[in-house]
């Protein structure tokens, strides 16, 4: 078995579910919910949310230590990496503390304003989270782009 194949397989899926989950909620989940009444956008979101990142914790978990496995067994470490795994790396990382920073500060601000029946600040709760999707998201769909073309351009 090529366990670099394999691995280098489910990191790719890793980044396809929490890219994918970013765009998904985003770009059709949010706008969406705007045909919703108050509070029901905000109370679904509560629901959404918890499920979500579930996820990401798992698929960031992985694909920190994939990306750094096939970094150090692939590649040799930094030192034998290109230009782009040091650009993809770099995005990664950002969006990893990025996700922690909504996960440690912006989500517990929402659920207990949202447990509390307090929805004006629910809503500037969830409208400071949904900046750091927002930005997650772009910096996911550049390093699934650079994923896809270092292949073409040389690793």
């Known amino acids: 078995m090529q366990w670099p194949a394999v691995i280098l397989a489910l ?14 909620a985003y770009v059709i989940l ?4 705007g045909s919703l009444q108050p ?4 109370l679904l979101w509560r629901q959404v949310f918890p499920r979500f990142f579930v996820w990401v914790w798992g ?10 496995w096939m970094l150090f067994a692939v590649y040799g470490g ?30 517990p601000a929402f659920r207990q304003a949202v447990d509390n029946g307090d ?9 400071k989270i949904r900046h750091i999707i927002a930005v ?12 896809g073309l270092t292949p073409w351009v040389g690793i």
């Open 11 to 24: 990191h790719l899926l890793a980044a396809v579910i929490w890219v994918g989950g970013m765009f998904f």
């Open 30 to 33: 949010r706008p969406a919910l």
């Open 39 to 42: 509070p029901q956008p905000l």
């Open 59 to 68: 698929t960031m978990i992985w694909l920190v230590a994939s990306g750094y």
């Open 78 to 107: 930094f030192k034998g990496a290109s230009p782009l795994l040091h650009v993809m790396n770099g995005l990664g990382l950002v969006m990893v503390v990025l996700f922690v920073w909504l996960y440690v500060r912006r989500w």
């Open 119 to 127: 929805m004006d600040t629910a809503m500037l709760a969830l409208g």
């Open 136 to 147: 997650n998201l772009i910096l996911g769909l550049i390093n699934c782009a650079i994923g």
